[in-house]
């Protein structure tokens, strides 16, 4: 079983950036491919971001279309974290931001993630 904890989320203002982080409690954590997902009332959840297992820190990295200009992710397996750098933020970005993990490789769909956090609260007031 691995357990994720999202933080770091919060209320800002337009523009301004935040750094969202998700630690991980296993022994393995470079063997996961690990996702932020973002959900904002009454949508659908959308993946925002996949950062593939590989060798070191380097792994396959995919950022949605919508926000690959203002967000990054980014991994320390050393940490067993994952970070999720979002700036220019926008009201459109508020939502629940979930980190979540699975063995397969990035592309894969939601329901394919065998562990999610609990997520953390990102509010943009414009």
């Known amino acids: 079983q691995v357990q994720l904890v999202e933080s770091g989320g919060g209320s800002v203002q337009a523009g301004q950036s935040l750094t969202l982080s998700c630690t991980a409690s296993?022994?393995?954590?470079?063997?996961?491919?690990m996702s932020w997902f973002r959900q904002a009332p009454g949508k659908k959840r959308e993946e925002v971001s996949c950062?593939?297992?590989?060798?070191?820190?380097?792994?396959?990295?995919h950022v949605t279309e919508s926000v690959k200009d203002r967000f990054t992710t980014s991994r320390d397996n050393a940490k067993n974290m994952v970070y999720l750098r979002m700036n220019s933020l926008k009201p459109e970005d508020t939502a629940v931001y979930y980190c979540?993990?699975?063995?397969?490789?990035?592309?894969?769909?939601?329901?394919?993630?065998?562990?999610w956090g609990q997520g953390t609260q990102v509010t943009v007031s414009s």
């Open positions: 979540a993990a699975t063995v397969r490789r990035c592309g894969a769909m939601d329901i394919d993630y065998e562990f």
């Open positions: 296993t022994l393995t954590f470079s063997s996961y491919t």
């Open positions: 950062i593939g297992w590989g060798h070191g820190n380097t792994g396959e990295i």
